[in-house]
């Protein structure tokens, strides 16, 4: 019996690893937000970090920056370029990055 239960704990776990590194996996398009926004918590600049922001946050800023409520040098051009579903997928997972 506790070789059954071993088994079906290590068969849950290698189940599990595959979705979480499909979960962490960045979606098209957050890639090139690091060209310019820096990632680690340390770096100092006038471009903000995105990670660990809320996904609302992020969205309502882009968002602003499409329709041109929210002043900008190149992010009201690259909001224009993702659609809706993308921002929301982009902006949550940001939100879980650490």
Same mark, same amino acid.
Request: aromatic share 4%; proline share 6%; with cysteine.
């Given at each position: 019996?506790?070789?059954?239960?071993?088994?079906?704990?290590? $068969?849950?776990v290698g189940? %599990? $690893?595959?979705? @979480?590194a499909?979960?962490?996996?960045a979606?098209?398009?957050?890639?090139?937000?690091?060209?310019?926004?820096p %990632? #680690?918590?340390?770096?100092?600049t006038?471009?903000?970090?995105?990670t660990?922001r809320?996904?609302s946050?992020? $969205?309502?800023?882009?968002q602003?920056? #499409?329709s041109?409520?929210r002043? @900008?040098? $190149?992010?009201?051009? /690259?909001?224009k370029?993702?659609?809706? %579903?993308? /921002?929301?997928? /982009? =902006? @949550?997972?940001? =939100?879980?990055?650490?």
């Amino acid at each position: 019996m506790k070789t059954k239960c071993v088994l079906a704990a290590a $068969v849950l776990v290698g189940a %599990a $690893v595959p979705l @979480a590194a499909a979960a962490a996996e960045a979606p098209p398009g957050a890639s090139s937000c690091s060209g310019c926004h820096p %990632a #680690r918590a340390g770096v100092e600049t006038a471009v903000p970090r995105l990670t660990g922001r809320s996904a609302s946050e992020l $969205v309502a800023q882009m968002q602003a920056f #499409r329709s041109g409520q929210r002043p @900008a040098t $190149v992010m009201n051009q /690259i909001a224009k370029g993702f659609s809706e %579903a993308e /921002i929301q997928a /982009i =902006a @949550a997972w940001y =939100a879980e990055q650490h």
